[in-house]
Nanobody
């Protein structure tokens, strides 16, 4: 049984940082593209970042325009874990953040390309 478990969310102030983690079990995450999505109340779930199964010198990584330069995605295949470092957080970053795994060959922003999803971790940025 595949499980993706996110952690690291919380309530922070504008300009603060958070690091989200997602631990995968029941699959070998090194074979999957791993991604982060987020969903704010009343909005569609939107792409945040994705990383290829093997990423080298920043290649094989994709970011949404809205967060590029502030967020960094990384992975540790030995730990079956993907991370999202979020810096300079803004109120508009408030959302439920989901981890997802895709068997796509390259990082994709398309929600339907992801086969497995976590339950999400809440990030709230207070002004």
């Amino acid at each position: 049984q595949v499980q993706l478990v996110e952690s690291g969310g919380g309530l922070v102030q504008v300009g603060d940082s958070l690091r989200l983690s997602c631990v995968a079990s029941g699959l070998t995450s090194s074979f999957y593209v791993m991604g982060w999505f987020r969903q704010a109340p009343g909005n569609e779930r939107e792409f945040v970042a994705a990383i290829a199964a093997v990423s080298w010198l920043g290649r094989g990584i994709s970011y949404a325009d809205s967060i590029e330069g502030r967020f960094t995605i990384s992975r540790d295949n030995n730990k079956n874990t993907v991370y999202l470092q979020m810096n300079n957080l803004k109120p508009e970053d408030t959302a439920l953040y989901y981890c997802a795994a895709s068997r796509n060959a390259v990082p994709t922003t398309t929600r339907s390309a992801y086969d497995h999803w976590g339950q999400g971790t809440q990030v709230t940025v207070s002004s």
